[in-house]
T-cell receptor, first 111, second 113 residues
Framework: DGGITQSPKYLFRKEGQNVTLSCEQN?????MYWYRQDPGQGLRLIYY???????QKGDIAEGYSVSREKKESFPLTVTSAQKNPTAFYLC??????????FGSGTQLSVL | QKEVEQDPGPLSVPEGAIVSLNCTYS??????FMWYRQYSRKGPELLMY????GNKEDGRFTAQVDKSSKYISLFIRDSQPSDSATYLC?????????????FGQGTELSVKP
């Protein structure tokens, strides 16, 4: 059963806490992406990676960090520096220069 | 001004109606235009993809691009309750559909039986 798996589905963060969102794909895609979705603002690119051990900042990278140690995995850490983390986070993957496939998302909220 | 503007709705129509969803954009370099459908709290899925100007039809869906007016549209014929979702337009100036997409805000559509 191929696809993109995001976990957890819901996540709560306390003040000053770092939290990590998981994204795993078994589609053998080279590229992976993280988007943030806020009501009324569409999707905004946080980070993307086109190859293992390499990644680039998107439009709103401040307060976030990523790693790409394996082709299948692209976890996103929301750090305490991100002052407004409440949002729906979407991970996507694609073969290079091909269409995006999205995961089912993680809703992050602040306690 | 945002690069891509999309009426957020919500838009409510009766079953069987023709639906018109629209986006305007400001960057004349955009060449690749997409429409995504997103059901509530799910990931978006690609619905239509168009390169440059013109029309593309797929079943009940038609995508139109007018580059001279910087305006794209998605038409849904014979709308069904299962079409109720948020529709996102997206576009790129790069030669692929990859992550460097600029998305509209999304239009929430409700089709009533």
């Amino acid at each position: 059963d191929g696809g993109i798996t995001q976990s957890p589905k819901y996540l709560f963060r306390k003040e000053g806490q770092n939290v990590t969102l998981s994204c795993e794909q078994n589609l053998n895609h080279d590229a992976m992406y993280w988007y943030r979705q806020d009501p009324g603002q569409g999707l905004r690119l946080i980070y993307y990676s086109q190859i293992v051990n390499d990644f680039q900042k998107g439009d709103i990278a401040e307060g976030y960090s990523v790693s790409r140690e394996k082709k299948e995995s692209f976890p996103l850490t929301v750090t305490s520096a991100q002052k407004n983390p409440t949002a729906f986070y979407l991970c996507a993957s694609s073969p290079l220069n091909e269409k995006l496939f999205f995961g089912s998302g993680t809703q992050l909220s602040v306690l | 001004q945002k690069e891509v503007e999309q009426d957020p709705g919500p838009l409510s129509v009766p079953e069987g109606a023709i639906v018109s969803l629209n986006c305007t954009y400001s960057n004349s370099a955009f060449q690749y235009f997409m429409w995504y459908r997103q059901y509530s709290r799910k990931g978006p899925e690609l619905l239509m993809y168009t390169y440059s100007s013109g029309n593309k039809e797929d079943g009940r869906f038609t995508a139109q691009v007018d580059k001279s007016s910087k305006y794209i549209s998605l038409f849904i014929r014979d709308s069904q309750p299962s079409d109720s979702a948020t529709y996102l337009c997206a576009m790129s100036d790069q030669g692929n559909q990859g992550g460097k997409l600029i998305f509209g805000q999304g239009t929430e559509l409700s089709v009533k039986p």
